[in-house]
Structures are given as C-alpha cells and as structure tokens.
C-alpha cells in the first residue's frame, strides 16, 4: 500500500509557474514509475508526465518545454514544475504511483490558471 500526498496547487495567472510536490508513504525504491495526471471538468483524466525509478521522463506534447517532472528518492517525493502556464492548464492535478502489479492515486490538487 502506498500513500500520495499532493501540494501546491493554486490559482496563477496565466504565464505564471507553480510547482507541485507528491509525497509518498513508502520508499521511492520500491516505486517503478510515478505520475502526474491531470483531469479537467467534462474530460478524461489525461497523462501529463512520468519519471521511472532509473530517471526516464515521458511527458505529453501539450507541456513539452514548459513542464518538469523529477523526482528526490531521499524524500519520498516526485515534483512537477510547470513554468509559462496556460489557461488550458486548468485542471485537478493527480500524482500516481506505478509498483509491480499495483497502482495507487493520490487526493488531487486543484490548478486554476486565469486568462
């Protein structure tokens, strides 16, 4: 079993930057993949970035160049730093944790960028 909390979340304008961090309960070794994933009202939870256990990031075309995802295996904690944000940014933000056979969610955290 394995805990996410999310923070950071906020309200930006657009342009801005927010950074949101993801802490886990267990250690990040034991931890193959984490995730952030965003959903927006009336649309699909859609994937935004990932980083492996080795360091690999995946991100989606729509944040390339503009969003970060990384990760610290002392803290238990993978970050995402979104710079130059849009309005289309909007969305509740979920950090997931991917180990073998398992996958946990965290609570979500609300990002609210303004035009």
């Known amino acids: 079993q394995v805990q996410l909390v999310e923070s950071g979340g906020g309200l930006v304008q657009a342009g801005g930057s927010l950074r949101l961090s993801c802490a886990a309960s267990r250690s990040m070794f034991m931890i193959n993949t984490m995730g952030w994933y965003r959903q927006a009202p009336g649309k699909q939870r859609e994937l935004v970035a990932t980083i492996t256990l080795g360091g690999s990031t995946n991100s989606a075309d729509s944040v390339k160049g503009r969003f970060t995802i990384s990760r610290d295996n002392a803290r238990n904690t993978v970050y995402l730093q979104m710079n130059n944000l849009k309005p289309e940014d909007t969305a509740v933000y979920y950090c997931?944790?991917?180990?073998?056979?398992?996958?946990?969610w965290g609570q979500g955290t609300q990002v609210t960028v303004s035009s």
């Open positions: 997931k944790a991917s180990t073998s056979g398992s996958a946990y």
